[in-house]
C-alpha cells in the first residue's frame, strides 16, 4: 500500500454509519460524558470508536 510506503501527511478514508460501534464519548477534559439526549454544542466531544 501507499500509505505504508510513501510519507504521507493526511489520510482521508470513509466509513459507512453503520460501521461505526461507540466506545465512549468524552468531553475536551478527557472524562466520560455519561447522560443521555441531546449532547451540548458549546464543547465539541470527543468521540472513540471501537472495533
Known sequence: MIVQSEHI??????????????DQVLNQRGNPILKFGKMSSD?????????
Do not use: H, L, N
Not at 15 to 20: E, I, K, V, Y
Not at 43 to 51: A, N
Open 43 to 51: 464543547e465539541p466531544p470527543i468521540i472513540q470508536k471501537g472495533y
Open 9 to 22: 501527511d493526511i489520510v482521508i478514508m470513509a466509513d459507512a454509519g453503520s460501521d461505526w460501534v461507540i
